[in-house]
């Protein structure tokens, strides 16, 4: 089973999202700003992370530029 984590601070997005990728058999957890996106993504292992650019806290690239200093994890912005 594939886990993914979503990034994104609209829950609303964020649910339809988890909704179809669980649908298909995929394990998901979401964070919903940049800084516990980031926390979150360095402390699981993760197939692969949605990520929204425009994130409070932390922006998505600069969260997108410090999780490729770390990780090597597939990441769709």
């Known amino acids: 089973m594939s886990k993914i984590l979503i ?10 999202e988890r909704d179809y990728l669980e649908l298909d058999g995929m394990e998901v957890e ?3 700003d940049g800084l516990s996106g980031l ?3 360095l402390s ?5 992370i949605l990520l929204n650019l425009m994130l409070p806290g932390m922006d998505g690239f600069s969260v997108c530029k ?3 200093e770390k990780l090597g994890v597939p990441i769709l912005m």
């Open 7 to 16: 990034i994104e601070d609209d829950h609303e997005i964020a649910e339809i």
């Open 30 to 32: 979401t964070a919903y």
């Open 39 to 41: 926390d979150t993504a």
């Open 44 to 48: 699981g292992k993760y197939d692969l």
């Open 66 to 68: 410090r999780l490729r």
